[in-house]
Each structure stands twice: as structure tokens, then as C-alpha cells.
């Protein structure tokens, strides 16, 4: 029989599912949608142990969308018993963006079995530290939040700039995004349409230290 507690997080799971199969947080109503999605996981996430069970079941839904949300939650519910589905989905899942979630959920539960087969993974695949940085920023803007320490980073390049964290994130964004090559003064041009600050190569090498593979 299941609980309340479970039931509760099939109803809000199948919601996020809805609104992650119609992709209407990359349509003009981005802020709208988005907060909904970052409410239901926040939720979710509450739920705790009663949703995992639904959570994991969502990692081999068809929509990769769903299965990288999936793995975001149970990394921060921080519950062990999601340590082998994680794993293998970071091993297994078709979707480079669900295995880079599914270990970035792997790093957040910690264990050492979870953290060894992360770092392991990341080696084997050449995942860069901007590549790292880049899963976690979009952590950030999906979720609300990401590693406290590239946080306490952001957060001290913000105060330096006089700038909000969200500029800091989004300019790092802007620099690792895939974008033709552009000249200086276009890339500036750019930049100051968008509202995009500019960080030195010094602020990126400090954002992206602590992911450096040992």
C-alpha cells in the first residue's frame, strides 16, 4: 500500500512531468515556468525518503529531461539507497546531460563509494572542470542551489564587483556556452545587450579551481 507521502510525490512528480514534456520552461513564459519547476522539486525534495522510490523510477523515463531532474532530486535528498541507480545512470543513460547530473548527485550524497565511482567517471570521460562548473550553475538555475563552495566563490567575486551572484553565474555561463567566435568588441557588444558582466580569466580560473581533477 503506499503511504501519503508517496502518493503526494507521484502527484507533484507527474506535474513536473507534464510541464517537462511540453518544455514550457524554455518557452517565452521562462521565469513563470521556471519558478514552478524549482517549487515542485523543492517539494519533491522535502518528501524525502517516500520519494524515492517514485524518483527512481523516473531515471528510465523516455523524456531525458525527466531523468535528469529525477537525478538532481535524489542527489538532494542524499539518500544512500539511491547510490546504484545513480550509478547506473551515470554508466548507462544514452543522455551526457543525465549522467553529468546523475554524478553531480553521486558527488552530493557523498559516499565513498558514490564520490570514488564519480571521480573515476569524470576521468575516464574527460569531463573538463568548466564542463563541472557549467553542471552545477545550471543546478543552481534549475534547482535554487549548488555546491556551497562555488557559491561562497561566486558570492565573494559578486562582492568584489559590486555585482548580484546571479551575474557572476550568468557571466560564467555566457563564457562556456557554445557560440560562434566573435571578435572582442562584437563579444562586448553582446555582452552589453544581454546584460552580461565580464569576468577576468583570473575570476573563471577561481570559479572552476576546486573542480580540477587530482
Not at 512531468?17 to 515542485?40: G, I, N, P, Y
Not at 557559491?151 to 562582492?159: H, I
Not at 560564467?172 to 566573435?182: C, I, S, V
Request: aromatic content about 6%; glycine content about 6%.
Amino acid at each position: 500500500m503506499i503511504d501519503e507521502q508517496t502518493e503526494l510525490a507521484n502527484v507533484l512528480l507527474q506535474r513536473l512531468v507534464v510541464s517537462l514534456s511540453v518544455r514550457d520552461w524554455e518557452d517565452s513564459h521562462l521565469d513563470q515556468a521556471m519558478s514552478e519547476r524549482k517549487s515542485l522539486m523543492t517539494q519533491v525534495v522535502c518528501i524525502g525518503a517516500s520519494a524515492i522510490n517514485p524518483l527512481v523510477a523516473l531515471l528510465s523515463h523516455p523524456d531525458w529531461a525527466v531523468r535528469g531532474d529525477a537525478a538532481l532530486m535524489l542527489g538532494h535528498i542524499k539518500s544512500v539507497v539511491a547510490v546504484q541507480p545513480l550509478l547506473a545512470t551515470m554508466s548507462d543513460d544514452d543522455n551526457i546531460i543525465v549522467r553529468r547530473s546523475a554524478a553531480s548527485a553521486l558527488e552530493r550524497i557523498g559516499t565513498h563509494e558514490a564520490v570514488q565511482a564519480t571521480r573515476s567517471w569524470y576521468g575516464r570521460n574527460g569531463i573538463s572542470a568548466q564542463a563541472r562548473v557549467q553542471q552545477k550553475i545550471g543546478e543552481y538555475l534549475i534547482y535554487g542551489e549548488t555546491d556551497a563552495m562555488l557559491v561562497w566563490r561566486a558570492n565573494e567575486l559578486a562582492g568584489r564587483k559590486g555585482v548580484a551572484l546571479s551575474d557572476i553565474f550568468s557571466a560564467r555561463l555566457f563564457l562556456l556556452a557554445e557560440k560562434p567566435p566573435l571578435a572582442p568588441e562584437m563579444e562586448a557588444l553582446l555582452r552589453k545587450d544581454l546584460g552580461i558582466i565580464e569576468l577576468t580569466p583570473q575570476d573563471c580560473a577561481y570559479l572552476d579551481e576546486m573542480y580540477q581533477l587530482i
